[in-house]
């Protein structure tokens, strides 16, 4: 499997503009989460989803961020409109919970992450 | 989920064994301790969990204190590669959980 996989790894652009960063979470898997990190807030949950569902999203900072997952394979993540304050890296993973394996329920897989810089 | 404290920063020889303390003295029956890195530029990468036994995988090894208020983690021969931020966390298993990553521990192997 080529694991979890963003795009696109780094995005440039300037305020106001919409801004839609994109997931492609491992086969089979039934949770996915989107991540931001910046040097401040460290590493914070924005939301994430349970087969295709969202569960908690009392991560996301504001109206102007949403996030959608219209099928197993694939989630988006938007922000409209941008703000110089949103530039951070957003890192999106994949879980499997209801799995047989029950050793590796919540191990969570991580992608390479979008830099996504604000101007 | 119960909160962790971890040192900010640590240094480790290259060879030798790296051990990396947290602290998690609210943890409660039904919660895990997980341990996830961060190579720099990288997404977080899992490590290794356990509830009360100690555990191994071909990572590391994960030593969890009898009353489960503390746990460290052990690299046995730390390379170069292991320089990263490390991660301890504390969340329940199954649905509806989520992982909350503090600031960790920054360690840095030496040559």
């Known amino acids: 499997d080529a694991g979890v996989i963003q795009s696109p790894r780094h995005e440039v652009t300037e305020m106001g503009q919409e801004v839609t960063l994109r997931c492609k979470p491992i086969?089979?898997?039934?949770?996915l989460f989107w991540y931001r990190q910046t040097m401040m807030r460290g590493l914070e949950l924005l939301i994430y989803?349970?087969?295709?569902?969202?569960?908690?999203d009392s991560g996301m900072p504001e109206d102007r961020f949403s996030a959608k997952m219209p099928n197993a394979s694939f989630s988006t993540l938007k922000i409209q409109p941008s703000e110089p304050r949103d530039s951070a890296v957003y890192f999106c993973?994949?879980?499997?919970?209801?799995?047989?394996?029950?050793?590796?329920?919540?191990?969570?897989?991580f992608g390479p992450g979008t830099r996504l810089t604000v101007l | 989920d119960a909160k962790t404290t971890q040192p900010p920063s640590m240094d480790c020889a290259e060879g030798r064994a790296a051990n990396l303390p947290c602290n998690h003295s609210?943890?409660?029956?039904?919660?895990?301790v997980y341990w996830y890195r961060q190579i720099h530029s990288q997404g977080p990468q899992y490590i290794i969990h356990g509830l009360k036994n100690n555990e191994t995988n071909e990572m590391a090894s994960l030593i969890i204190t009898e009353d489960r208020k503390s746990s460290t983690l052990i690299l046995p021969h730390a390379t170069l590669r292991d320089t990263a931020v490390y991660y301890c966390?504390?969340?329940?298993?199954?649905?509806?959980?989520?992982?909350?990553f503090g600031k960790g521990t920054l360690l840095t192997v030496n040559p």
């Open positions: 966390i504390v969340s329940r298993r199954g649905s509806n959980y989520k992982l909350t």
């Open positions: 609210t943890i409660s029956g039904n919660e895990y």
């Open positions: 993973a994949s879980s499997l919970i209801g799995g047989r394996d029950s050793l590796k329920a919540n191990e969570q897989f």
């Open positions: 086969s089979g898997h039934d949770y």
């Open positions: 989803f349970n087969n295709n569902v969202p569960i908690d």
